[in-house]
């Protein structure tokens, strides 16, 4: 229900809503004269979606074209950038944490996933369809373009030779570039990129989960509305 209460505020045009009876009256409340909602059995609900399903509501909305990334970079800020990051779980989780810590888009290279599959929908709790987003120029020519907007573009990576995380002093302007678990940023990404950053981590520990770690710099750098 809670991805369903960000479609309802977001800017995407709600096609129908499919609900279980037990939670017909509260999907009819939320949706309105937006949509029609069809109402089933749990069972029908499940075989219809083709997937165990528990939560009692589903819902398809009508995809629009992303923005021009030059039209979300103006407004400077902080801003994240993915490459090849192709789990849907962890794209997911990553929306919802920009969200979380204020970042003002999140740009995907074309190798990363898509961010309106619907699981990376409701791991996100619906921020997919909230926080702004665009895709950029295959990285790390992609690049260009953020400097351009004058930000400054930190590469997340384990790399002891990287800065640790607490001696970065942040711009106003600021691209974080993760890239996927196990394989992590391509080497022609860490090259581009205008400084790397890394989290000091317990021995032992190689690395953080993608999202968890955008969490923790995102956290770090401060957001925007305060401390």
Known sequence: MLALKALVASPYRIRTVLAAARRADE???LVGDRAPVAVRSDAEVADIAGFAF????LASADRRAPPEP???LRAGGTV???EGLNDHENL???FRNAAAFGAAAVLLDPTTADPLYRRSVRVSL???LRVPWSRTAPLPEGLGLLRDHGFTVAALTPAPSAEPLRSVAW???VALVVGAEGPGLTEG???AADRRVRIPLAPGVDSLNVATAAAVVLYAKGAPWGA
């Open 27 to 29: 999907a009819r409340a």
């Open 54 to 57: 528990h939560r009692g509501v």
């Open 70 to 72: 030059g039209t979300l």
């Open 80 to 82: 994240v950038v993915t």
């Open 92 to 94: 997911g989780a990553l």
């Open 126 to 128: 619906g921020h997919a």
């Open 171 to 173: 711009p106003e302007r």
């Open 189 to 191: 990404t860490l090259a």
